[in-house]
């Protein structure tokens, strides 16, 4: 037969049929009125998947990088400071970018597998006087997830605008926006929101917009830009035609679908599911006395798990034989220990028969190399787990 590979990486992700074939149409003039109540539709549904009723939803053709370019651009002006709080790769580029624009910044890493304790926050938000910080929900180098609601409560004693790196938690981890305060979510569409790669989104709070529209000097970047792009936002959501650069129009359709099914599942119900699955999936891991990245359970993310190489097998391998049977997982990510683990995804329309299907392939590949363990295993304590 085929090429039906199991694409089990933390994104791009496997995509409902439904999603890809929203996608397989001509393509339409992106003023076309059917156009505009579709992008329309997107961006009021983002506001419920975010759990925001008063922020400002962008869809802009990019990866997430070009979210966090737009965050970034849009509100730093040269000389601002930053704080970044990182817990593995993805803290990095947001230095980087943060950079870019002319921000002084600090970073609070984390230890590999760790959070940056509160407190260490709270001491530094104290000495210094921040304009934003930015975290990583869930750092995909890692699988470590960080509890986005007691930053923000402190960023917000400190009067420090936040910027959530969603990119990886998005519609798969709780994310209250509104409720948390927090100014911008960001993401990229190839992840828990279930669209192929190529959509920047975000949402920004009023605040932010006010922060951005009281600027002294002008944004430091063209095509990120919120001069450009607001009014092509507002005028999607009015149902009015309007340009600045050609949407990427089968996309958006795709992302309506999607975003769709997601309000059709709910979000609180969507978050639930990636929550069982990611449990019974650790369960399975440890029941093959593999160790995960993440140094603690409650900061384990939802939507992807890391795991250590057992001593002696050769990862590459390992991985290889897995493609060989069908399921796709990622290598590591953080240059440090890249070699010493491997990512797997389990976000979006992600289901039960796909983790076991991982297990199933795993078990496989760690027999092939004589790796000593009960066959079976780890399919039986993800089963007893889900029950
Ligand atoms: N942040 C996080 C947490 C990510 O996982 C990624 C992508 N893996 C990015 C940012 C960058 O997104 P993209 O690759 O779509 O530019």
Redesign the pocket.
């Known amino acids: 037969m085929k090429s039906r590979k199991l694409l089990m990486i ?2 791009p992700i496997e995509f409902e049929p439904d999603v890809l074939q929203a996608m397989a149409v001509p393509t339409t003039s992106h003023v076309a009125p059917n156009f505009i109540d579709v992008f329309g539709n997107a961006l009021d549904m983002m506001k419920e998947v975010w759990k925001s009723t008063s922020g400002q939803p962008f869809i802009v053709a990019g ?4 979210a ?1 370019d737009m965050a970034a651009s849009n509100l730093i002006e040269k000389g601002d400071s930053a704080l970044v709080i990182s817990t593995g790769y ?1 803290g990095a ?1 947001f230095k980087d970018i943060l950079e870019t624009y002319g921000a002084e910044t600090t970073v609070l890493s984390a230890p590999i597998g760790e959070v940056v304790p509160l407190d260490i926050i709270e001491e530094t938000l104290k000495e210094g006087s921040y304009k934003l910080l930015t975290f ?1 929900h ?3 180098s890692t699988g470590v997830m960080v509890a986005p609601e007691a930053i923000c409560k402190l960023a917000q004693k400190y009067g420090v605008l936040t910027i959530l ?1 969603g ?2 938690s998005v519609a798969g981890e709780e994310i209250l926006q509104e409720k948390w305060g927090v100014d911008v979510v960001l993401t ?1 569409s ?2 828990a929101i279930g669209v192929p ?1 190529g959509l920047a989104l975000l949402v920004a709070s009023q605040k932010a917009l006010e922060v951005w529209k009281n600027r002294k000097t002008p944004v430091g970047n063209y095509y990120a830009s919120w001069n450009n792009w607001l009014p092509i936002m507002i005028a999607y959501q009015e149902e009015r035609p309007s340009y600045f650069g050609t949407p990427p129009v089968n996309l958006i359709l795709a992302l309506e679908k999607s975003l769709g099914i997601i309000c059709d599942e709910g979000i609180g119900g969507r978050v639930q599911r990636h929550k069982r699955l990611a449990r019974a999936f650790r369960a399975a891991i440890t029941s093959l006395n593999l160790s995960i990245l993440p140094t603690e359970d409650v900061i384990a993310a939802h939507t992807l798990t890391a795991v250590y190489y057992p001593e002696n097998i050769d990862g590459a391998l390992l991985r290889a034989h897995m493609v060989a049977d069908d399921v796709i997982v990622a290598g590591g990510l953080l240059s440090e220990i890249k070699t010493t683990y491997f990512r797997v995804g389990h976000m979006g329309s992600v289901s039960s028969n796909d983790l076991l299907a991982v297990l199933g392939a795993l078990e496989r590949a760690l027999q092939s190399q004589n790796y000593p363990f009960e066959m079976g295993v780890s399919l039986r304590t993800f089963q007893d787990s889900l029950i």
């Open positions: 933390p994104g990866s997430g990088t070009l966090m993805f580029r990583t869930v750092d995909t790196d990119v990886c990229g190839q992840k790669p």
